[in-house]
C-alpha cells in the first residue's frame, strides 16, 4: 500500500525543505519515494538545487521529484471541457487564441496538481508519495473540494445532462451559447469522480497523514491551530507537528537573538501540550543555507533520526459513534475550537456542520439515519452530538441543533 504524506504551513515556515528531507531520507531507507508539489508558486526544485519538470524527475536513487505545470494538468484532466469552454468564448466573439488562454479557470493549477496523487498511487511504482502542499489557506480550499464535487454528481449533473439532450437546440437558440454535450457533463464526471478518489486516499488513515509544518511565533501558531481543526473537521488524519528552524537552548555570544530564542522557548511547551497527543518535534536553525541534497539529510536525520520517516507517529479518528444511554453518541475531534465557533443543521441522514468559515456535510453511519438528534454539546475540543433511540418509522426532518457548553477549551 502507498504511503501518503502531506506537509502543510503557513507560508515561509520551510515547508518545502522539511518535505523534500522527508522523502529523501525515505529513498535513502530503501522506499521508492517521489515528492511531488502542488503549490503554484513552486520552491521544490530549488530546495533539491535541481531542475524538475512536469513529470517525475530522477533526483538521487530511490527519488522522483515533480512540479507539475497548469498546461501539463489542463491537458491531462481537462481536455474536453476546456474545449467546450474555448467554443463557449469564441461563440461571443474572442479570439481563438485569447479564447483558450481564457479556458485557464482560477484553481485549475491547484486541483490539476492534487489528481497526481491518485496517478501515482495507481501506478504502483511508488511506495512513498510526499505532497509539498500549497500554504495552508490554499490546501484547506482544495481539499473540501471532494465534499462539494459528490453533492455535484449526484444531485446536479443528472438533471442538467437531461436538460441539455432534450432541448439543446432550443436553449441555444433561446440564450444564444452553444450548451454543453453530453461528452462535456461525462469529461466533468469524471473530473469530480477522480478528485473524489484523492479525498478517499487523503482520508485513508491506514495510509495518509497530515503534518504541519510550523514557526514558533504567534501567527504561524495561530494559522496551525486553525488548519490542525479544519483537517480533523474534514477527516484528514495529522500524525506530526513539526516546529522548524528553533534556535537551541542556552546563552549566544553577542546576545543578538537572545529576545528571539526566549520566545521560541516560551512557545515551544505550549505548542507541545496543545497538539498532544500529536507528537510535536523539533527542527533546529542551522547556521547555514540548507539547499542541496547534502543539507536536507541532515534536516531529515535532525528531524527523524534513527526513526523511519514514513511511520505513522500517531493513529486518532478525527470521529466515531459510541453507544451510551440507550441512545448513541457521535464524537467529532475539534481541538482549539469553542462552542460558539460551532453550527450544527440536520437533515436526514446528514449533517452540516460548521466550524467558523467552513463548511462538513458528514453521512450518518446506518444505525443513526432514523434515531432522532437530541442535543449537542463541546467538551475539551470534542463536539459530542446525541441521539436517542432508533425510530424506524421516521426520519428527521431538517433542524438546527443547538450546541451547549461543557468542559474547558483546548
Not at 123 to 149: C, F, H, K, M, N
Not at 192 to 198: A, S, T
Not at 254 to 267: E, I, K, M, N, V
Request: glycine residues 8%.
Amino acid at each position: 500500500m502507498t504511503r501518503i504524506i502531506l506537509y502543510t504551513g503557513k507560508g515561509g515556515v520551510g515547508k518545502t525543505s522539511i518535505a523534500a528531507a522527508t522523502a529523501l531520507l525515505s529513498a535513502k531507507r530503501g522506499y521508492r519515494t517521489i515528492v511531488l508539489s502542488t503549490d503554484i508558486a513552486h520552491s521544490l526544485a530549488d530546495a533539491f538545487d535541481l531542475p524538475l519538470g512536469a513529470e517525475p524527475t530522477e533526483i538521487a536513487p530511490n527519488l522522483w521529484g515533480q512540479e507539475p505545470d497548469v498546461y501539463h494538468n489542463i491537458a491531462r484532466y481537462w481536455g474536453t471541457i476546456q474545449r467546450y469552454m474555448a467554443e463557449l468564448f469564441s461563440w461571443r466573439g474572442l479570439d481563438e487564441v485569447l479564447a483558450e488562454e481564457m479556458t485557464v479557470l482560477p484553481g485549475m493549477d491547484e486541483l490539476g496538481n492534487l489528481l497526481w496523487i491518485a496517478d501515482h498511487v495507481e501506478s504502483g511504482q511508488y511506495d512513498v508519495i510526499v505532497v509539498d502542499a500549497a500554504p495552508t489557506g490554499e490546501t484547506l480550499r482544495l481539499l473540501s473540494l471532494p465534499e462539494a464535487s459528490r453533492w455535484w454528481i449526484e444531485r446536479i449533473a443528472p438533471i442538467g445532462r437531461r436538460v441539455s439532450r432534450i432541448g439543446r437546440p432550443m436553449l441555444e437558440r433561446m440564450i444564444g451559447v452553444p450548451m454543453p454535450r453530453d461528452e462535456v457533463f461525462a469529461a466533468a464526471e469524471r473530473l469530480l469522480i477522480r478528485l473524489d478518489k484523492v479525498h478517499r486516499l487523503l482520508a485513508d488513515p491506514e495510509r495518509s497523514s497530515v503534518r504541519i509544518a510550523l514557526a514558533l511565533e504567534k501567527l504561524s501558531i495561530v494559522e496551525a491551530q486553525r488548519s490542525f481543526t479544519y483537517f480533523h473537521l474534514f477527516g484528514y488524519p495529522s500524525d506530526l507537528v513539526v516546529c522548524n528552524r528553533v534556535l537551541p537552548s542556552g546563552k549566544d555570544g553577542d546576545g543578538s537573538f537572545a529576545g528571539l530564542r526566549a520566545t521560541q522557548q516560551a512557545y515551544l511547551p505550549e505548542v507541545m501540550a496543545q497538539y498532544a497527543p500529536v507528537p510535536v518535534r523539533v527542527v533546529p536553525q542551522f547556521d547555514r543555507e540548507m539547499i542541496g541534497l547534502e543539507r536536507l539529510t541532515e534536516i531529515g536525520e535532525a528531524l527523524f533520526g534513527e526513526d523511519d520517516p514514513t511511520g505513522f507517529f500517531y493513529r486518532g479518528r478525527p470521529y466515531q459513534v459510541k453507544a451510551e444511554d440507550g441512545g448513541h453518541v457521535l464524537e467529532v475531534a475539534l481541538p482549539f475550537t469553542s462552542r460558539e465557533g460551532v453550527q450544527l443543521t440536520r437533515d436526514g441522514d446528514e449533517l452540516l456542520l460548521q466550524v467558523d468559515g467552513l463548511r462538513r456535510t458528514i453521512v450518518l453511519p446506518r444505525a443513526l439515519v432514523d434515531a432522532p438528534t437530541t442535543g449537542a454539546k463541546m467538551d475539551d475540543g470534542i463536539l459530542r452530538i446525541r441521539f436517542g433511540t432508533r425510530a424506524p418509522a421516521t426520519r428527521e426532518a431538517s433542524k438546527r441543533v443547538k450546541v451547549a457548553a461543557g468542559g474547558t477549551r483546548r
